[in-house]
């Protein structure tokens, strides 16, 4: 059975494990106050081209995406996603766990505009009633999308202004941030992120980490106390070391940007398949998922040999499924499955 329902299938890129194995009877302070964490700041600071931003390691994405919105809204307020977001449907409830609302806006692909978030905003405080509702304080958006589309550069300039207007912070969900920016037609840096958004984090656990995010966070007023939050949400590990050495890693020599490209680039190989076929694709991804369109019968051949996620029926006799690349998936996989798709 080969795999492609995750980024996530395997450990972690030898590197890092190199890395890992090297550094592993140091001795450091605990809780990422040791000198791999600082490097890996450091190395984040400059790819941003900011030396005033705060950079945190957290040990996953739900504990990231937590800390962070509890850290940015008062009692009453809520973050606007959208519907397909991962906060509103793939986290457990966690936002609601914190005494948060999650106001999520309806998404055909996953994305939101600025429009929608002005538009929820401005009904928000034109309704009479509006102190006895959820007041939205927040937009959270992911990039790439749960649906694997990427926002260009002028939606999320449009997005951040509407923010800065309406007085709502923005903050990008990055657990796919490499595959985003390896993916044709992208024109967002790390730069773009640290002067558009209140905080984003780059993605590990997905990327050739063992596990771990890295926080950046541009607002300096939503910095305040944050790891205080951090250890009280369960996001600090003790031994902290482990999170920076492995972005050390990831980070030299643009180990992540070679990873991220090598999984997009055999994520279009497998599009180019289904196409060649004249299967469709539920969603026009150009990044390391893919959303083809299949008959039943045809799914379940493709399913003897190879693991996928189903994702949603489209008609009577036609599902479309989820076929996911990753920063370790071989071109020798990646051939098989086309050379199956060819058979069908």
């Known amino acids: 059975m080969i795999r492609f329902e995750c980024d996530y299938s395997e450990g972690a890129h030898p590197e890092v494990l190199r890395r890992l194995q090297e550094t592993n009877l140091e001795q450091t302070p605990g809780y990422g106050e040791d000198c ?18 705060a950079v945190h390691f957290l040990v996953g994405g739900t504990q990231t995406n937590t800390t962070v919105i509890k850290a940015a809204l008062r009692p ?26 999650v106001l999520a806006l309806p998404s055909h692909d996953g994305k939101i505009t600025a429009e929608q978030i002005k538009r929820a905003w401005r009904e928000h405080w034109e309704d009479a009633t509006h ?15 749960e649906s694997g589309l990427i926002y260009t550069l002028s939606e999320l300039t449009a997005i951040s202004e509407v923010c800065h207007e309406c007085g709502l912070l923005l903050y990008v969900d990055g657990a796919r941030l490499g595959y985003a920016m390896a993916a044709p037609g992208n024109d967002i840096t790390f730069a773009d992120m640290a002067r558009l958004t209140d905080a984003f984090y780059i993605g590990g656990t997905k990327q050739g980490a063992l596990f771990g995010e890295a926080l950046v966070i541009s607002n300096p007023a939503l910095n305040k106390d944050f790891r205080y939050l951090i ?3 369960g996001g600090m590990l003790a031994k ?3 999170l920076g050495i492995q972005f050390e890693a990831l980070l030299e020599n643009d180990l992540y940007g070679q990873l991220s490209r090598k999984a997009v680039g055999q994520a279009l190989r497998i599009m180019a398949a289904f196409a060649g076929k004249g299967y469709p694709q539920l969603f026009k991804s150009y990044t390391n998922q893919q959303f083809p369109i299949l008959p039943d019968e045809k799914m379940k051949k493709l399913a003897e040999k190879y693991a996928f996620s189903y994702w949603q029926r489209v008609d009577e006799n036609h599902s479309a499924v989820r076929f996911c690349t990753g920063w370790a998936t071989t071109e020798e996989q990646v051939s098989q499955l086309i050379a199956d798709i060819e058979a069908l």
Do not use: F
């Open 131 to 145: 102190e006895h509702m959820v007041q939205p304080g927040m937009v959270y958006i992911s990039n790439s999308t």
């Open 36 to 53: 791999h964490c600082a490097n890996a700041a450091a190395m984040i600071k400059k790819l941003c081209g900011r030396e005033d931003i």
């Open 231 to 233: 250890k009280q949400q």
């Open 76 to 101: 009453h307020q809520g973050v606007i996603c959208p519907v397909s977001g991962h906060i509103n449907i793939h986290e457990s409830g966690a936002i609601e766990s914190t005494g948060h609302k």
């Open 240 to 242: 902290g070391r482990l």
